[in-house]
């Protein structure tokens, strides 16, 4: 199976790109932005040194999927996806923090209040809570946006006294973040699963906010079975996720965590296959689609410019 782990196009009126962790964002006539999802897969802010194939097209299509079901709570980037793994929508000028909102204790805040942390972004942490047990009310704990390195943790007082966002739009897309999390607890919900946490970006264009790249997809969104939550929580069991954690977990039991002296397993052609299984499956039950797969057998860069061409084409 084929992975597409870099691509370099050329597109009419293309003024730039920008090769992200996992996207390559193409900006047309500093108009529209082709964003592709490539096959990369990042942990432990760095990028893995083997592609997952199709999963590109999984995110790709649950962030398209998921874009269009919440247009009705705020505006987004989203025009189309003339391709499986790319999708066009309006370029915006994205805000420097990530809106991150959290029901459950677990991952990352999880190992925070283990060391004893009781306020995460400004906001207070009760004593006495076990991992895996629900907030009283999901928590927004942004993050900065980071080019490279490791995005920090900030409050939103901090982000306000920075300037990095001005209290009205701060104010604007707390709310949004409030309610896409819901509306994306309600989906999760049918499908027999929890969304436990996830990130949102946001932006501006035209003096107006935006909802921009990926929305409630297993790299940017931890999803729990919600069968069984209850009685592991109880029992001090591990939940049953869908997440990119598993992969965070199997470079944590391969003694990696990106810190100082320490040397990335190597990815065989069988591990990838095995995690791009879990990534289709996690495309199913989040849908609760089947997952078609896109021709991926002959050359993938080609079939994207192609796509992406036409679709460019036929908009002038």
Not at 74 to 83: G, I, S
Not at 141 to 149: I, L, M, R, S, Y
Not at 184 to 196: F, M, N, S, T
Not at 229 to 258: A, C, G, T
Request: glycine letters at 6%.
């Amino acid at each position: 199976m084929n992975a597409l782990t870099k691509t370099d196009f050329h597109f009419d009126g293309q003024k730039s790109v920008y090769h992200g962790k996992v996207r390559d964002v193409y900006d047309i006539n500093d108009d529209l932005i082709v964003m592709v999802a490539t096959d990369r897969i990042s942990a432990f802010d760095v990028v893995l040194p083997k592609g997952i194939p199709f999963k590109g097209q999984v995110l790709n299509q649950i962030a398209a999927k998921f874009l269009d079901q919440t247009a009705d709570i705020c505006p987004n980037w989203k025009l189309a996806t003339p391709d499986p793994m790319v999708t066009v929508g309006l370029k915006c000028e994205g805000f420097r923090v990530e809106m991150i909102i959290r029901s459950i204790l677990t991952g990352s805040a999880w190992r925070e209040y283990k060391k004893g942390c009781r306020e995460l972004c400004g906001v207070k942490l009760p004593d006495g809570m076990k991992e895996n047990q629900r907030f009283p009310e999901p928590i927004i704990t942004p993050t900065t946006k980071a080019d490279e390195g490791h995005d920090m943790n900030i409050s939103r007082e901090e982000i306000i006294r920075q300037g990095l966002v001005s209290e009205e739009d701060y104010n604007i897309i707390e709310d949004w973040t409030r309610k896409l999390f819901a509306r994306g607890q309600e989906i999760a919900a049918k499908q027999g699963l929890i969304l436990v946490d996830t990130k949102y970006e946001f932006g501006k264009r035209d003096g107006k906010c935006y909802l921009i790249d990926e929305i409630h997809t297993p790299d940017s969104s931890r999803y729990f079975y919600a069968d069984g939550y209850e009685e592991k929580f109880r029992n001090d069991e591990p939940q049953k996720q869908l997440s990119k954690e598993f992969v965070r977990q199997w470079l944590i039991d391969h003694n990696f965590m990106n810190e100082p002296g320490q040397v990335m397993p190597e990815i065989t052609d069988e591990y990838a296959d095995s995690v791009s299984n879990r990534y289709i499956e996690l495309y199913e039950h989040i849908t609760g689609e089947k997952f078609q797969r896109a021709d991926n057998h002959e050359d993938l860069a080609l079939r994207i410019e192609n796509n992406v061409k036409n679709y460019l084409k036929s908009k002038k």
